[in-house]
């Protein structure tokens, strides 16, 4: 008679394999993988036409196989940004879920990085036709087509634990906890709180536990 338990053993392991894998990528978790992806990459096929259309259309004239510079000149302080007159830096979100980010400002310009978690700030430092130069809270960053950005404004828990308040004082009473790297709506600002909103709760978060906002910013 043949010894089928070793067969067996196996057997039962391979098929456990797949549900623990479901299990994990269930799991809620919130890392830095979530949010940013290494090159190389490439664009969604949909993403890329739309940027490229985007592009031809919006493009001022100029000899054939022309590109833009390599390099752009930052501002070495707080200036108007030569595109849309708003201020520079400023923060923004990501108005995607898969945003690729370029080593230049143009689609010939390789993909550096990619981010993945749709209304996460950035800062804008730097613009160039339909293009804009962003930083996350990482300092991982280039260039962007604004398209793919929104004014919509939001913050990330800079914090190991942040205690949502629900008034703006560090003794009110505690709405709920956020984890470190929660991505929360940013409502108004006075000089040391902010008000926001994250998974259906909303209360009040000093600004010092937040990045993607700016420490003198005043919001009504």
């Known amino acids: 008679m043949m010894n089928f338990g070793p067969i ?21 978790r919130l890392r830095p993988a979530d949010l940013t992806a290494t090159a190389p ?18 493009a001022p004239e100029g000899e054939e196989g022309e590109t833009a510079p390599r390099e ?15 201020p520079l830096p400023r923060f923004v ?7 690729n980010v370029r080593r230049g400002p143009s689609l010939s310009h390789r993909i550096d990085w990619v981010f993945l978690r749709r209304d996460m700030p950035l800062q804008v430092t730097a ?3 339909h293009w804009r130069r962003v930083t996350d809270r990482e300092g991982v960053g280039g260039w962007m087509h604004y398209a793919m950005l929104s004014g ?5 828990v800079d914090a190991e634990t ?17 984890e470190a790297g929660v991505v929360a709506r940013l409502g108004e ?15 009040w978060a000093p600004k010092t536990e937040l990045w993607g906002v700016a420490p003198d910013e005043i919001r009504d």
């Open 8 to 28: 067996a053993a196996l057997l039962v392991a391979l098929a456990a394999q797949p549900a623990l894998a479901q299990q994990d990528e269930t799991r809620p």
């Open 41 to 58: 990459a490439q664009a969604a096929p949909d993403v890329a036409a739309a940027l490229a259309a985007a592009v031809a259309t919006a």
């Open 72 to 86: 752009i000149a930052l501002p070495k302080g707080p200036t108007r940004g030569p595109e849309t007159n708003l």
């Open 93 to 99: 979100s990501l108005s995607t879920d898969r945003g």
């Open 127 to 129: 613009e160039y036709g």
């Open 152 to 156: 919509v404004r939001s913050v990330i």
């Open 162 to 178: 942040l205690l949502l308040r629900a008034r703006p004082r560090p003794d009110a009473a505690v709405v709920a906890q956020l």
């Open 189 to 203: 600002c006075e000089p040391d709180w902010c008000r926001l909103t994250a998974g259906g709760y909303r209360g």
